[in-house]
């Protein structure tokens, strides 16, 4: 069936949508308590699917809770969304609660569609992954509109929304001087994509690192995408150069693989001509040759304290906004060592 867009729609459409007559969604809207379950459930999906948004609908959904949670990811693919949401899970079926998983993959209109369960009262709070605030018609409507969010991993520039995440700053700045310790001066820091906020915190650790330790002319930037294919195409950038970092400390693990990857296909050994270290410590980084040095990001505990830190400002929204950083461990495996004369 043809979604109606929320523009166009009316009670009526929700009515059709729904198989109940405009009464019985009126009623369901203010007077739930005088309808069934399986009918309000039948007129929440009918309001989802078609963007109906009656006179201060978010407020009129609330009179009954659903019990759920949004949480909307960039990727479900990626490498730290199964710790955080194992974290997310264990406090929200801990407190009663259940969750539902949108996956965007940058797509505004899938995500469009996903924000629609919070306007039909679907869900009563949000959970994002996606380092910006979603789209839809409350973006532009007051604060009281927005539904009870929290921001994971990427923080949000919004006065309405907390964030859990690492300390990137201070966890990139332990593993520069993690490799200072080991003798190297000339150390290269591979981005992650542009305009990326978390990017910019890790060099921003990176450069206090070496700042407190050599001059501004050892900072040494290079262009990446985040992934192992950005991570091999910075290397063989640097390759072309007359002079060359002994040590390489990469936005995240897979950027360091890459990077030990374009290494090894010239000759080259990792950690005996050049020292890696990455960012994350995904499953994958214990398991490539040589095994991966890293920071870890505590996945789990974000999720939990992220899921609490939401819940607890449910029933009257008192909760202060705070953004909670926690420490990220470093991990010493074999991809480190002194720096070779060679370079």
Same mark, same amino acid.
């Given at each position: ?10 009670? =009526? ?21 005088? #309808? ?52 997310? =899970?264990? #406090? ?68 309405? #929304?907390?964030?859990? /995440? ?10 520069? =001087?993690?490799?200072?310790?080991? /003798? ?31 001059? =501004?002319?050892?900072?040494?930037? #290079? ?121």
């Amino acid at each position: 069936m043809e979604r109606i867009s929320a523009k166009q729609a009316t009670i =009526e459409d929700v009515a059709k949508l729904a198989g109940v007559s405009i009464a019985t969604v009126s009623r369901a809207l203010h007077m739930p308590e005088k #309808v069934s379950e399986s009918t309000r459930k039948k007129v929440a999906a009918a309001i989802a699917r078609t963007g109906y948004r009656a006179n201060a609908m978010a407020q009129n959904l609330r009179m009954q809770r659903s019990k759920m949670v949004m949480v909307l990811a960039r990727s479900i693919s990626d490498s730290n969304f199964p710790g955080i949401l194992t974290g997310l =899970e264990r #406090v929200a079926n801990e407190r009663g609660y259940g969750l539902l998983i949108g996956s965007t993959e940058g797509n505004v209109e899938l995500e469009e569609n996903y924000t629609r369960f919070m306007a039909s009262g679907m869900a009563d709070g949000l959970i994002l992954l996606t380092g910006s605030m979603p789209t839809g018609s409350w973006r532009q409507g007051p604060a009281n509109m927005l539904p009870p969010m929290v921001s994971v991993s990427h923080p949000i520039d919004h006065a309405d #929304v907390s964030y859990v /995440g690492v300390d990137n700053f201070s966890a990139s700045k332990l593993a520069v =001087e993690y490799l200072i310790s080991l /003798g190297h001066r000339r150390i290269a820091y591979i981005s992650g994509p542009q305009g990326d906020a978390i990017s910019e915190l890790r060099h921003q650790g990176y450069c206090a690192a070496l700042a407190n330790a050599f001059d =501004e002319s050892s900072v040494w930037k #290079v262009s990446g995408s985040g992934t192992s294919e950005g991570g091999r195409a910075a290397i063989e950038r640097l390759f072309i150069k007359d002079s060359l970092p002994t040590a390489f400390f990469c936005y995240n693990d897979n950027t360091a693989i890459g990077a030990i990857s374009a290494i090894q296909s010239r000759g080259l050994s990792v950690p005996k001509d050049f020292s890696v270290i990455g960012f994350d410590d995904i499953p994958f980084a214990s398991n490539v040759t040589p095994s991966l040095t890293t920071i870890r990001q505590p996945r789990s505990q974000i999720g939990e304290m992220a899921m609490n830190h939401l819940l607890d400002n449910l029933p009257d929204r008192s909760i202060p906004i705070e953004s909670a950083l926690l420490h990220g461990d470093l991990i010493v495996r074999s991809s480190c060592a002194a720096p070779s004369t060679q370079f």
